[in-house]
């Protein structure tokens, strides 16, 4: 009873394997009779495929890197209580009048795509002296992002039971990652390695927001939102009106600060990459499309009478126009393994050194190959077939009277 089920699989097989031996056979030995012709164009596409993969590879990794960046750079707008004596903020670094956290959950519920500002970040800042070492104690909330953007929060999280210290407490206290501290009545867990930068930083403990809160004695209250401009706004719009206004809207109660050194650095940095992307791969896609037709469209002319001898012997159109179709996709396929193979070496070889921040984040992609895998045997068949489409369209009889 389960002999015939055994057989259907091989004879499946074999019925396959019947059908497509001939065509694969007579594509193999156009490959073979055309080399010269089908290395140059394995080449092109091979070329092609490496530098996509490799802009695309790269193009992540900048990405990756300028998130980095960013976020050490800091958030580029600053939200204060409107109260604030812009003279004082400057010199001290932070308000001495606060607000409700409110007033954060009223601003991140306006996160949307029409809005010119993402990732706000409410905090609490005051200075504070530890075993008479005067300090700044920042409490930080989580991070709010437009939904639906696929984004990732710029601020790092704070655990809870752990504070964020900066060198110099690190060196007064004699403390490391791991140590516990007291702030306060509380006991903490140091919960990075500190590292000098040569700002406050060094002389800052970061902690969670409600622990801030409760160390302060100030419930419930932040003296500051942060939060990142878009950087959508042209060079003959106005960022800090338009910011204000938007803001201004939604919290009257605020005044906005706007660091534009930072916010400038920025934009270049998103710009510079985003030119290079749009310019780039269509340069590659229309060059390598132009490469093959061209190669195509030689091989066809310099193979009219051998096309018009088959046309004559009765092989159909399709035949003959599949048989170039045919070799266009095995030579994209073979082009799309290699180039994804040195695309993904050049990047792996010298991307490091360009993005040497995130380096250890850069790595191989199994999406970008499979994707390149399969849309390269069709980018090549569809740029073969108007040449295709030729070579079946003349009458057989003209082409065999031509000389």
Not at 100 to 117: G, H, I, K
Not at 322 to 347: C, D, E, N, Q, R
């Amino acid at each position: 009873m389960d002999t015939p089920n055994r057989d259907f699989l091989p004879t499946v097989l074999l019925f396959a394997w019947s059908k497509l031996a001939e065509p694969a056979g007579h594509i193999l030995r156009e490959v073979g009779f055309r080399k010269l012709n089908a290395l140059f164009s394995l080449l092109g596409l091979t070329l092609a495929v490496t530098i996509v993969a490799a802009s695309q590879l790269l193009a992540e990794a900048d990405e990756r890197e300028t998130r980095r960046v960013t976020r050490d750079m800091g958030f580029n707008l600053r939200l204060i209580p409107s109260k604030t004596d812009l003279g004082q903020f400057y010199r001290d670094g932070f308000s001495r009048h606060a607000m409700e956290a409110t007033t954060l959950d009223r601003l991140a519920t306006q996160l949307t795509n029409n809005v010119s500002f993402n990732h706000l970040v409410g905090s609490l800042r005051r200075d504070y002296t530890i075993n008479g070492q005067n300090i700044l104690l920042v409490g930080l909330s989580k991070t709010f992002v437009a939904p639906g953007q696929g984004k990732k929060p710029m601020g790092f999280e704070i655990k809870e039971g752990t504070i964020h210290i900066g060198s110099e407490i690190a060196r007064w206290q004699e403390l490391k990652k791991g140590d516990a501290m007291h702030v306060g009545v509380r006991r903490f867990t140091v919960a990075n390695d500190p590292i000098e930068t040569g700002t406050p930083d060094d002389i800052t403990i970061f902690a969670r927001l409600d622990d801030a809160q409760s160390i302060l004695g100030l419930s419930g209250k932040i003296n500051e939102i942060e939060a990142i401009d878009c950087l959508c706004l042209t060079a003959d719009e106005d960022p800090l009106a338009i910011l204000r206004r938007e803001i201004g809207g939604i919290l009257p109660e605020v005044q906005v600060v706007h660091q534009r050194t930072l916010a400038d650095a920025r934009a270049k940095q998103r710009q510079t990459r985003e030119k290079v992307n749009a310019v780039v791969l269509p340069s590659v896609l229309v060059a390598g499309a132009v490469w093959v037709a061209l190669l195509a469209v030689l091989n066809v002319r310099d193979r009219r009478q051998e096309i018009g001898i088959l046309r004559a012997l009765g092989k159909g159109g399709g035949r003959i126009a599949g048989l170039f179709l045919g070799k266009a996709v095995l030579l994209g396929f073979v082009a799309a393994a290699l180039g994804v193979a040195l695309g993904t070496w050049v990047v792996l070889e010298f991307g490091p050194s360009l993005f040497p921040v995130t380096k250890k984040a850069i790595q191989a992609s199994s999406t970008l190959a499979w994707q390149l895998l399969v849309a390269t045997p069709v980018f090549a068949a569809f740029a073969s077939f108007i040449p295709a489409m030729l070579a079946v369209s003349h009458d057989p009889a003209e082409t065999l009277r031509e000389d």
